[in-house]
């Protein structure tokens, strides 16, 4: 099994930071891209940044130069780190990564249960 654990979310007002965690375990062989959505109520899941194994990073428009992804690979582990923030970034985000585990071929995509992140005007 594998599991992605989220954690960083909250409330914050609006022009401040929050830092998203999403640690994997479980029978891991390798993780290629892992990477962060969001969905806002009424809303349909959106991509806001990924990260491929080897460092390389995409953006959402509206997040560029506000939010940085990074990755500790010895960890298993991606962070969203999210400035200037603002009411439009409220939404539940979610973790996303493509696993390979022990004796299965192929990468998967797995999603962590979500954190909720609200932003105050």
């Known amino acids: 099994q594998v599991q992605l654990v989220e954690s960083g979310g909250g409330l914050v007002q609006a022009g401040g930071s929050l830092r998203l965690s999403c640690a994997a375990s479980?029978?891991?062989?390798?993780?290629?891209?892992m990477g962060w959505y969001r969905q806002a109520p009424g809303k349909q899941r959106e991509l806001v940044a990924a990260?491929?194994?080897?460092?390389?990073?995409n953006y959402a428009d509206s997040v560029k130069g506000r939010f940085t992804i990074s990755r500790d690979n010895a960890k298993d582990t991606v962070y969203l780190q999210m400035n200037s923030l603002k009411p439009e970034d409220t939404a539940v985000y979610y973790c996303?990564?493509?696993?390979?585990?022990?004796?299965?071929?192929?990468?998967?995509?797995?999603w962590g249960q979500g954190t909720q992140v609200t932003v105050s005007s």
């Open positions: 990260i491929t194994s080897g460092g390389s990073t």
């Open positions: 479980g029978t891991i062989f390798s993780i290629n891209a």
């Open positions: 996303n990564a493509a696993i390979q585990r022990y004796l299965i071929g192929g990468y998967f995509p797995h």
